[in-house]
């Protein structure tokens, strides 16, 4: 088991059909040999467990990877709910280039991201 930053760009949605680099997460999370979301190192070392929300003509927002009590893991930049930002399904999603996963942003909306680059370099201030 290793720590990984993950690399998150915007997928093709009605707004941009060929998707956007400039729209995405990167994120700090260990995962295992499969490139599954390793649950027992992320209990270990939660706070490791940073994001990076990028989005072209909005402040960058940093925070942390959670596991909410509704069993979902979701971003959270703040204490309380009302910011989360939960994935679909990430227990069983392979974090590896070119998957993809769905995120519900904070306003609702879920939008699909490609996994564009898994590694070991730190994540970008």
């Given at each position: ?30 995962l295992n ?12 070392h939660k ?49 590896k280039a ?28």
């Open positions: 088991m290793a720590w990984f930053t993950v690399r998150l760009e915007l997928a093709r949605t009605k707004e941009h059909p060929a998707g956007s680099p400039l729209h995405g997460y990167e994120m700090r999370v260990p040999e499969e490139g599954l979301l390793d649950e027992a190192e992320w209990r270990e706070k490791g467990a940073v994001v990076r929300r990028f989005w072209q003509g909005e402040p960058d927002e940093v925070g942390h990877l959670i596991h909410t009590r509704h069993r979902k893991w979701a971003f959270s930049y703040a204490p309380g709910e009302e910011d989360d930002e939960p994935f679909f399904h990430l227990e069983t999603h392979s974090l070119g998957e993809y996963v769905t995120i519900t942003e904070h306003d609702g909306e879920s939008y699909p991201f490609r996994i564009v680059h898994v590694g070991t370099e730190p994540l970008v201030a």
